[in-house]
């Protein structure tokens, strides 16, 4: 026994018949009636229409999300879609376009790759002149300037450019609206290839992977 009496009280059965608790009116004015109008039945049936394609399309959005979150996953961890031409290589977390235009001096290629709405990776170059190799910290910083400018965009952090043998890269991360883009550029003789990472939330993870899996293949 503890320190303490207790008291059970003999809890009461529930009632078997709720007929003669409840009464029978109540019970029948509660049920829906069969006299319904044509139109109060079409619209019962738009509103179960309506209700289930939102669940049909929440529930899609799941299914997009989960598939997008773990392409992603694997990206970082190593895996993806690989792409090889151009003079690179790079790898994308889910198959890669490549669009080009312009021409000689003004050729432009970019290769993306979108993973919904919100998060998108891309490897761009740009033809350059063989004479921006001569100052390549300075050509760097120019196009960076005009890429940022470009998008309306504005810095939130850079790094000074960094020389190594005949290329010079140079790293920073500027914002365009809500979006942030990570962006890494290397000069090589006669080429600017730019990799970005666009995200609506911080993607260093990403875009870490993005910088990993590029590399070139002929030194232009």
Do not use: C, H
Not at 18 to 38: M, Y
Not at 41 to 51: M, N
Not at 80 to 95: I, K, L, M, N, W
């Amino acid at each position: 026994m503890s320190d303490y009496d207790s008291e059970v009280i003999e809890s009461q059965p529930p009632p078997t018949d709720l007929a003669d608790k409840v009464d029978e009116s109540v019970i029948l004015e509660a049920l829906p009636t069969q006299d319904r109008s044509p139109i109060m039945t079409a619209a019962g049936w738009g509103l179960g229409a309506i209700v289930l394609l939102a669940l049909g399309v929440v529930a899609w959005g799941w299914i997009i999300n989960a598939t997008a979150g773990s392409a992603v996953e694997r990206f970082i961890n190593g895996e993806g879609q690989v792409y090889e031409g151009d003079g690179f290589s790079a790898r994308f977390p889910t198959t890669p376009e490549r669009v080009s235009s312009g021409e000689g001096a003004s050729k432009s290629v970019t290769v993306s790759s979108n993973v919904g709405q919100d998060l998108r990776f891309s490897i761009n170059w740009t033809q350059q002149p063989e004479t921006a190799a001569e100052n390549p910290l300075n050509a760097l910083n120019e196009a960076a300037k005009a890429l940022v400018e470009d998008s309306n965009g504005e810095f939130v952090s850079q790094r000074a450019p960094a020389v190594f043998g005949t290329a010079a890269s140079k790293e920073f991360v500027y914002k365009v609206g809500k979006t942030l883009i990570y962006a890494s550029m290397l000069l090589t003789l006669d080429r600017i290839y730019t990799g970005q990472v666009s995200s609506i939330k911080p993607a260093v993870a990403e875009y870490e992977a993005l910088k990993k899996g590029f590399s070139l293949t002929q030194l232009r």
